[in-house]
T-cell receptor, first 114, second 110 residues
Framework: DGGITQSPKYLFRKEGQNVTLSCEQNLNHDAMYWYRQDPGQGLRLIYYSQIVNDFQKGDIAEGYSVSREKKESFPLTVTSAQKNPTAFYLC?????????????FGQGTRLTVV | AQRVTQPEKLLSVFKGAPVELKCNYSYSGSPELFWYVQYSRQRLQLLLRHISRESIKGFTADLNKGETSFHLKKPFAQEEDSAMYYCALGWGGATNKLIFGTGTLLAVQP
């Protein structure tokens, strides 16, 4: 089954703990993205990467970190510095360097801070 | 600054009625506009993009640069059209970043 896979589907975290969300794709895409989805706010860009070993901050990067050591993988770490981490997180990938390109999304991870 | 506005959180129509989901954008460059759809328990997926000028599942969307709009239309709604619809603006040239609107939930009543 080709595509983009996020794990886990549900994640619970205690306040003060870091947690890492996994995102893997087998679409051979260079570009990968992390979005946060909150009710009534649409999707907001956290981080994006156009190529291995390179990534840039999006609109709401504070309290988050990422790595891009492999083309297929773009894990997101939600740190204890993130003030309001409870949200639905979506990972996406696309072909890089081309306009009007379709983004492919994972099923999402719902993170709840308890 | 780049911005996408979807004024309606919820649009409820009866089966067979026309549908128009509104989307307005703010962008100084040449816009790339998309409609993404999320059906219940499914992942977010592309419905259509303005550059293709295509009709998908009976839906069309025309880019109006004068009104900075990209409204999604369908002449006769079906129950299976019920879903969350997001308008998105691509910017940053080749970086393919997407800015999303807040989404409109379309509910088609039988």
């Amino acid at each position: 089954d080709g595509g983009i896979t996020q794990s886990p589907k549900y994640l619970f975290r205690k306040e003060g703990q870091n947690v890492t969300l996994s995102c893997e794709q087998n679409l051979n895409h260079d570009a990968m993205y992390w979005y946060r989805q909150d009710p009534g706010q649409g999707l907001r860009l956290i981080y994006y990467s156009q190529i291995v070993n390179d990534f840039q901050k999006g609109d709401i990067a504070e309290g988050y970190s990422v790595s891009r050591e492999k083309k297929e993988s773009f894990p997101l770490t939600v740190t204890s510095a993130q003030k309001n981490p409870t949200a639905f997180y979506l990972c996406a990938s696309s072909i890089a360097g081309r306009r009007n390109t379709e983004a492919f999304f994972g099923q999402g991870t719902r993170l709840t801070v308890v | 600054a780049q911005r996408v506005t979807q004024p309606e959180k919820l649009l409820s129509v009866f089966k067979g009625a026309p549908v128009e989901l509104k989307c307005n954008y703010s962008y100084s460059g040449s816009p790339e506009l998309f409609w993404y759809v999320q059906y219940s328990r499914q992942r977010l997926q592309l419905l259509l993009r303005h550059i293709s000028r295509e009709s998908i599942k009976g839906f069309t969307a025309d880019l109006n640069k004068g009104e900075t709009s990209f409204h999604l239309k369908k002449p006769f709604a079906q129950e299976e059209d019920s879903a969350m619809y997001y308008c998105a603006l691509g910017w940053g040239g080749a970086t393919n970043k997407l800015i999303f609107g807040t989404g409109t939930l379309l509910a088609v009543q039988p």
